[in-house]
């Protein structure tokens, strides 16, 4: 017995203790009252000590077979994510540069060398030979070091690559994470590499066919390689942390590939030590010969190669020119690729020394024309289905600026609301939503003024009014929810939850129920603050707070795990059964039962088991799937969208029912049937409304969408926005970690960004 069971029914009985105490029980009805309520509360801390005693079990591992299945889909999906990526970025087309790689010449930043084996040499474009190097290394740690563009990106995709075509069953499985979204601060790396592969490879997070603990049993066995690119990518402050943190919370025996630039590692590690066992490289200048001989098979035959030779001769008379010095590097090879090999550029004019003096003048030449030149050629291949080059290129500007802005190089669709003045701050957020239901409720109420044909304008100007105040409500909820949120404490969580949804009611309720009702009694105010209270605890615990969640959803409707979600369910409707009650029962106990439907009707009951399958019908259909298919930043945008649509629909019928109990009440006695007619059917709009609009709150895809529309007017982003960034992707501008967006290159991000940003970097700072 842990000691949450034990508060649980500790504080069962002091309820029903006060309960039994506390109500006069003279009248016979309200004995049998207080009899339904005690039975509903045991009944509730029945199902809330199911879910103690749950909490209190350690997770539970997954058993081999279980362990084997998750690292064989895990490799499938990998090898034909990257793959994909591979032919995306050319990295085979026409063969990888031959870059030669070796031990780095700076002592201090590597291990003993006992610890790390003897020394390595080895060239990328032979995947035998690269995938052989590095299992021969003691411990299978790597650290790939080197200037800006010097080709460790491209090393790391490579040697994944290698590792999955060569191999075998119950071999480790590499997988590529970008280190940008990690922060040392706040978790371990053990901790994020568990949630970042759990996000980007959904299918082996799935609980029932995998087991609970799949990811933590793979690190733990060994069976991932973790390819984490970019640690300079980190503020400077968190590299060194994050460093510390491989150290403290993997095993030195862990297999890892970890890239940086040389001059940050060096710092890092003058703070917090080497990483332990792990041996360090760092690539050789890329020869002047490969690199044309590689451009040279990258552009078609005929008389597009007569640039390249006479490119080649200035450079055998100057070897020591601008453009000689630019080709070491397999940034610059690979923009000359792009710029000149695939299109009917001249690479001749690079050999202009007056016009190119510096290496740095022929980098910024080819990271201008990049963009112009694949859209360009773009065009010529589609021209009915391309973007204008310069208006493309003035896109991809704001959001280079906008993510310099966010300090990331990350471009995640579900937080492009911190883009936007209206959404960045928790409480300018509630007043944008309260807007945007305020809209709906406006275009709702004009449609069933004309369909309904209300009894009186007097009536009908009532009901604009109340379409005004009532989308207010929803403002400190919201509002509060967002600090909530951001501060991460569960006790706060709790208690300003409840504390927003009764300042919610009493912020607007009163109001609307005097301009709903006309002359409102206080019975029927309090009866409507009490309903909108248990409405809107309802969708909360449908969605959860109403606010932009940290990583999308990645569920969709489905029919498996049929044996827990039917727990589930009935954990859901005996719960909420029993907590609806306790409300109806404690209202007649308290003398509203005026307020509640004539008949002798168990309302609490019926209304109580209506919503409790229903909100079991919507965690069904938001339960996780497993499907074995890549998360893309489209793909994740598409589930998210469909579980926020379903759960805005599912959410305006919960908040409507037990809400529609006083909405039906009739406002005119001289009227009774039209008049409750009419405010039931306005009501039920109105109610739902409102609970979609709590619900839509707590998702990723509508505050995505109305930034989105929002940067859009202002001509600031494209309208099709993910169409515009899969063709970037798919031109080889933008490149694609799991459903995050990146510049293929952190110097193209910062070349675009440059330029004056003005009041779009401003809007676009966080908070």
Known sequence: MNWRWTVTWALCAAVAYGLISGWPLRDPARITAAAAALSSILALFGVVSIWARRAG???????????DDAAEVLARTARRQWEEEAVLRQVYDPAPLPLVWSDCSRPEVSDHRQLVGAAVVCRVNDPQVLAAAFNS??????????????????????????????????????????LSSFDPARECARTWLHRRIAADYPAIADAETYGAGVIEDLLTEHRLIPVLDGLDELPERSRAVALASFNDTLPSHTPLVLTCRTADYVRAVAESGVLTGATVLEPAPVRTSDALALLRLATPPGPRQHGWDTLAKHLDHEPDAPAAQALTSPLMVALARSVYADNDNDPAELADTQRFSA??????????????????????QHPAHSWDPRQARDHLARLAAGMHAQATYDLAWWQLYRWTPALARPWRRAWTWALVACAGLLLTTSFLLVVLDAPSWPEALRWFLLSALEPFAVVPMLGLSGLITRRERSLTRASATAAAVALSAGFAIPPSSWCYYGSASATVIVASIGLFCFSLWLVMLGVGLPSPPCMPSRSRPGGRRWRRQLIRALVFVIGVTAISECIFTSYTIAGYGAVLPPGTVPWGLVIGIVLGISLAALDWVRAPSTVDDLATAMSSVKADRLISLISGA?????????DGIVRALPSHSSDPLRTTVFAAVMGVFHGGVLGAAVALAAHSWPHYTIARLLLAARGQLPWQLQAFLADAHRLGILRQVGPVYQFRHARLQHHLAAPPRHQWVKQCRPD
């Open 57 to 67: 079990r350690s997770p539970a591992h997954s058993s081999s077979a279980q362990v």
């Open 137 to 178: 290394l003691a411990r299978r740690r790597l650290v790939l070091l080197g200037p800006g563009g010097s080709g460790k990106t491209t090393f790391a995709l490579l040697l994944m690559l290698a590792l999955l075509r060569t191999r075998t069953t119950g071999d480790p499985v590499p997988v590529l994470l970008s």
């Open 359 to 380: 290496p740095a003048d022929i980098e910024r030449h080819l990271l201008d024309a990049l963009i112009p030149t694949l859209y360009h050629r773009a065009r010529r």
């Open 650 to 658: 599912a959410c305006a019928v919960v908040f409507d029912i037990p």
